[in-house]
């Protein structure tokens, strides 16, 4: 029997533009740097001490609107700065690019407010930028008050966001691979050609949602199309994400629903003619961690002890729209079928559950799961995790900022390095490709197919040169 080979862990770090992310609370600790958000060395200086623990990349999440469900108001989220303020992710990246050669950038952006065209543009600009390195995490949105804020008309429908989606995607794919074939670029200067006219072609768009006619205005860049990220967990969002994603976050829960979940996707993507290993599953964890086990139990008192979980509690309002301070802190909640996240509203209908329960789970941790520990226990338990769910990778959030990453860097990286089970090195070329080792480009087995000018070569440059040198042989 062949053994299959332990999987080598993908890791990114989970942060956001802002001061309180997922852990709330923390900005209060004295070590804590996350007030320091909106300065460009903050952010270079994270991109940088990632590089250097071999980090896949950064993943930023991103909200449009405020949370202002819990208390029908936004004063908790002022005080504590639960997501607000928080400013756009995709400013952050030249400058994290520029200190670095290899961290991947998956940048969160709701395409319901934006308009495909300038948003693919936008893209497709950052990915010749980073020379490859940028990802998109597809978002509908889930706030009211984001639509509020934009065109006073209430949240979409939750289906609808998703049918909205598929649109707003398949125009992208047009104009990322259907305008521009890959040698228009001459840069001829001899016979001032820089462009080929014949290469470049006008796509058309006559849609639900959408209109448009015309040439891309950006040439193309190294993976055409950026990594795509999505965390679908309706029956909608699932079949979204199994057909167009690549990299899929999956709500953490018990190790066996999140197994039953990964088989539930993994088949999915096979029936829609996809390669299942060609999606690739990332769970969100929170670590604390120091030399010892006694020491790490010592940290997380301590991280604790500046922790707010009402402030969980509040995010996790905005997440279900549903005022959870209108509850007595030892009554269940009941479920209400609202047009926020479906799939974290879902727990409600099967469990008992009661504000102070959400409290102590939000506290630290957020909705993901806790591990504490030295780096030895954190990396066995962190292999077990994955082994036993068949996920690929963590999206490891922040703590204390940036303590927490130099600490799962000095102490859990060797660890994980030691059981064959992390990269000693980053392999080249683009994100898709150290992700996936099949080329810059999305493979012929993707929907984006069909939107293609051309028949796609997806090898690299590099690759090319190695084939035909074997072919030569
Ligand atoms: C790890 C993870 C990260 C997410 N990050 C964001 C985010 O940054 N912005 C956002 O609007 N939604 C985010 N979401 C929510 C998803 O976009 C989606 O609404 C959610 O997973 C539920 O899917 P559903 O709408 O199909 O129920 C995230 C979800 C997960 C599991």
Known sequence: MTQIPDKEIILNAFDMNCVGHINHGLWTHPRDESHRF?????????????????????????????????????????????????????????????????LGFGVTVNLSYETPYQFARRFASLDHLTQGRIGWNIVTGYLDSAARLIDQTGLQDHDLRYEQAEEFLSLCYKFWEGSWEHDAVIKDKSQRIFTQPSKVHAIHHQGQFYHSQGVFQVSPSVQRTPVLFQAGASTRGLSFATQHAEAMFIGADQPAKVKQQVEQIRAQARSQGRDPNQLKLLVGISVITAETDELAQQKLAEYISYASPEAGLAHFSSSIGIDLSQFADDEAIPYQKTNSIASVNQRFKSQKITPNDLKAQLKLGGRYPLFVGSGASIATQLIQYLDETG????????????????????????????????KTAYRQGSLRHKLFQNGDLLPHTHPVEQYRCQPQDTKTASEKAATKVSTLA
């Open 38 to 102: 909106n300065e460009l060395s903050y952010w270079t200086g994270l991109a940088k001490t990632l590089e250097q623990g071999l980090f896949d990349g950064l993943f930023i999440a991103d909200i449009t609107g405020v949370y202002d469900v819990y208390q029908g108001n936004i004063d908790l989220t002022l005080k504590e700065s639960i997501q607000l303020p928080s400013h756009d992710p995709s400013t952050l990246v030249s400058a994290m690019a520029a200190v670095t050669q290899n």
């Open 391 to 422: 996920i690929d990778g963590f999206n490891l959030t922040r703590t204390v900022a940036p303590e927490s990453h130099h600490d799962f860097i000095r102490y859990v990286i060797p660890e994980l390095q030691q059981r064959g089970r992390y």
